[in-house]
C-alpha cells in the first residue's frame, strides 16, 4: 500500500486509484494482529479492526449491488426489517466464531467485485433510491452511479480513519510503519492480497 494514491488520468481511473487505495488501508491498519487483537474494543466506542472490517465488506457489497443493478433498484429483501437491522447489526462486531483472516479474504473478494464495476459501469446510470429505509432521502429518487461510487469512498476512507485509532490504541502501531511492514509482504495466489514473505 502506498503512502498516497497514484496519479490518474481521468474521472474513472480517479474513482478507481482512490477507490483500491481506501480499500487497501484494512489490510495495512490489520497487518500483524491476532484475531484476538482485531476483535478486541480497546477505546471508549465498540469499534473493533474485525469489525470495520466486516462493515467496509457490507459496506461495498450493498451499495455496489444498487451500482450493478442500475438503472433498476436490486432485489427486493423481503425479510422482516428487524431480521435486517439484525444482521446490520452484525456487520459491525467480530463475532468469536469469526477469524481476521477469514474476514480479509472476503473483504478482497468484495474489493475485486468492486473494481470490477467502477470499471465497467455506466457513471451516469441512475441508482433508485429506496423509499423504505428509514435513514435514505424522501427527497429525491436517485443518485447517480458516480455519487455512489464516490459514497463508497467516503465511507471507506471515514471507517479506515477508525481503525487508525482503534490499532493505535492496541499497541502504538501507525499507519506509515504498518505500510512499511507491508512492504515486506507479497500477494497471495488466493483472495487476500498480502502474505509474509519466505
Not at 35 to 58: M, N, V, Y
Not at 106 to 133: C, F, G, K, Y
Amino acid at each position: 500500500m502506498p503512502a498516497l494514491a497514484p496519479p490518474v488520468a481521468d474521472e474513472r481511473s480517479a474513482l478507481r486509484e482512490f477507490l483500491a487505495y481506501h480499500q487497501s488501508a484494512y489490510f495495512a491498519v490489520s497487518y500483524g494482529l491476532t484475531d484476538e487483537q482485531a476483535r478486541s474494543t480497546p477505546s471508549i466506542s465498540a469499534l473493533s479492526i474485525g469489525g470495520l472490517i466486516k462493515h467496509a465488506t457490507g459496506v461495498q457489497r450493498s451499495w455496489m449491488a444498487r451500482v450493478a443493478a442500475a438503472p433498476d433498484a436490486p432485489p427486493k429483501d423481503t425479510r422482516p426489517f428487524e431480521e435486517i437491522a439484525k444482521e446490520f447489526a452484525d456487520e459491525h462486531v467480530m463475532r468469536p466464531d469469526e477469524t481476521l483472516d477469514g474476514l480479509l479474504r472476503a473483504l478482497a473478494a468484495q474489493n475485486a467485485t468492486s473494481l470490477r464495476l467502477v470499471e465497467t459501469a455506466d457513471l451516469d446510470a441512475a441508482v433508485p433510491v429506496a423509499q423504505d429505509i428509514p435513514w435514505f432521502p424522501k427527497n429525491f429518487h436517485s443518485w447517480s452511479v458516480r455519487w455512489v461510487i464516490l459514497h463508497v469512498i467516503n465511507e471507506l476512507a471515514r471507517h479506515a480513519g477508525h481503525a487508525d485509532i482503534v490499532r493505535e490504541t492496541i499497541d502504538g502501531a501507525t499507519m506509515y510503519e504498518l505500510i512499511a511492514g507491508l512492504e515486506n509482504w507479497e500477494p497471495r495466489p488466493w483472495v487476500t492480497p498480502w502474505q509474509p514473505k519466505h
